[in-house]
């Protein structure tokens, strides 16, 4: 049986033809440019904040290119082939698009009007030849590496729009903000290592869970491992990290 957060990333896979460019980080800075706050912008924009009290949770729930692995996944159960030098890739793309975004975010602040809709008149992202070859283009790309490489690895080795969720959380383990978090009671684990084959990121979730340590960077708290778990070891709460067990809030989602 399909879960809710399953259908609900399928979804916006299917609508991505409709909402490409509010991810489009191209169309923030040429709205920018003409001194314009784009729909992407806020996109964007939510994705930081949003970071900040659900950590990666986006990846999971919202973002269609993730959906667009996950139907990969689904059909060819291949694992992540580990290259952790290619992480740097996504870095640099990361990079180079929020550098001129920042720049110019700066430079246009109190002179930008919004226009949720720009470059998107229609409201639909692929209206016409050109925007759908495009559109084909970038599936194409990014179905590259998971066909080749396996489980999400353009999340891992390719997405620039990690660095927003990245840097979020990173923030929000720093000032320990109270969030949407994976949390383990060691003790009970058995080591069947179900969550590790549950887990679309490819993370050793059992070593987590000994080390005692949950707060993985590349965790998009989808809830997988948590429902593999058969021992109640794993759980999502919603909380500040270390709170304790009698103010934990479980969360299901």
């Not at 970071?51 to 959906?67: D, E, M």
């Not at 890739?89 to 602040?109: F, Q």
């Amino acid at each position: 049986m399909i879960s809710k957060r399953r259908l609900l990333l399928f979804m916006m896979l299917l609508l991505l033809p409709v909402s490409l460019n509010y991810f489009s980080p191209y169309i923030i800075i040429d709205g920018l440019a003409n001194k314009v706050l784009a729909g992407a912008f806020f996109v964007w924009f939510s994705m930081f904040i949003s970071s900040l009290f659900v950590g990666r949770a986006f990846c999971s729930y919202i973002c269609p290119y993730g959906g667009l692995q996950m139907t990969v996944d689904r059909v060819l159960c291949k694992p992540l082939k580990q290259m952790p030098w290619m992480r740097v890739m996504r870095i640099v793309l990361g990079v180079l698009w929020i550098t001129p975004i920042i720049i110019l975010t700066v430079l246009n602040a109190g002179k930008a009007q919004i226009n949720f809709l720009y470059l998107t008149e229609t409201f639909v992202s692929v209206d016409n030849v050109m925007k759908l070859i495009g559109y084909y283009v970038i599936v194409f790309a990014l179905l590259i590496l998971p066909l080749l490489m396996g489980k999400r690895a353009s999340c891992h080795y390719l997405c620039p729009m990690s660095i927003l969720n990245v840097t979020g959380t990173k923030l929000r383990n720093m000032l320990n903000i109270p969030s949407l978090r994976l949390t383990a009671e060691s003790e009970k684990c058995i080591g069947c290592k179900q969550c590790n084959k549950a887990c679309p990121m490819s993370l050793n979730v059992a070593d987590m869970v000994k080390m005692k340590n949950m707060d993985s960077l590349d965790c998009i708290l989808c809830g997988e491992c948590c429902n593999a778990c058969k021992s109640g070891v794993l759980k999502r709460i919603v909380g500040s990290k270390d709170i304790s067990t009698e103010k934990q809030i479980s969360v299901q989602l």
